[in-house]
């Protein structure tokens, strides 16, 4: 079992830039394929960006180019830098792992709201 816990969400202006951290417990964090997954109110869940083992990314088309996703797995950290943001990336942000594509294990979620 492993735990995932998010931080770095709160309140950003339009075009203000946000960074989220996901620490998960255990030993078997580098071989794991990590992901950033994101509910607005109303929406289905949505892969923002995933990180493989062996640091391949990929991103969504709405957040290319504006965020970028990175680990450590010394740190047993995965990390989520947002810049550009807008009002349509208001959401929850969920934080999950799996043995070869992300979505086995979740943390809580941290909320990101983008807003004047």
């Known amino acids: 079992q492993v735990q995932l816990v998010e931080s770095g969400g709160g309140l950003v202006q339009p075009g203000g830039s946000l960074s989220l951290s996901c620490i998960a417990s255990?030993?078997?964090?580098?071989?794991?394929?990590m992901g950033w997954y994101r509910q607005a109110p109303g929406k289905q869940r949505e892969l923002v960006a995933s990180?493989?083992?062996?640091?391949?990314?990929n991103y969504a088309d709405s957040v290319k180019g504006r965020f970028t996703i990175s680990r450590d797995n010394f740190a047993n950290t995965v990390y989520l830098q947002m810049n550009s943001l807008t009002v349509e990336d208001t959401a929850i942000y969920y934080c999950s792992a799996g043995n070869i594509y992300p979505g086995a294990y979740w943390g809580q979620g941290t909320q990101v709201a983008v807003s004047s």
């Open positions: 990180i493989s083992p062996g640091h391949s990314t």
């Open positions: 255990g030993s078997m964090f580098s071989r794991y394929a």
